[in-house]
């Protein structure tokens, strides 16, 4: 049974930097595609950053320029680098992996969201 663990969280100053990874258990990691979505407190879940199976990627505008969504098939691990971070980024992070779209065009995701991992952002 495939599942995924989100590690990487943690405090850190505006303007650092972290680095989260996805990793999955199973062997279908590299046929689909793969989100990292956030959590603020007191707002909905959003999308941050996607990476389709190629390695294409896609940005929420809050974090372009300075996250990085990556992938390593080999490793069944996904990462997200998170630079030059702002305290507006504090939230829990994440990841998933898109089966598809459901008939609104909205993706549909494999797993139920789990406990993701805490990302603060403070001085």
């Known amino acids: 049974q495939v599942q995924l663990v989100e590690s990487g969280g943690g405090l850190v100053q505006p303007g650092g930097s972290l680095r989260l990874s996805c990793a999955a258990s199973?062997?279908?990691?590299?046929?689909?595609?793969m989100v990292w979505h956030r959590q603020a407190p007191g707002k909905q879940r959003e999308l941050v950053a996607a990476?389709?199976?190629?390695?294409?990627?896609n940005y929420a505008a809050s974090v372009e320029g300075r996250f990085t969504i990556s992938r390593d098939n080999a490793k069944n691990t996904m990462y997200l680098q998170m630079n030059s971070l702002k305290p507006e980024d504090t939230g829990v992070y994440y990841c998933?992996?898109?089966?598809?779209?459901?008939?609104?065009?909205?993706?549909?995701?494999?797993?139920?969201w789990g406990q993701g991992t805490q990302v603060t952002v403070s001085s």
């Open positions: 998933n992996v898109v089966l598809g779209k459901d008939i609104a065009g909205k993706d549909v995701y494999l797993f139920d």
């Open positions: 199973g062997s279908v990691f590299s046929i689909y595609d």
């Open positions: 990476i389709t199976r190629r390695g294409s990627t």
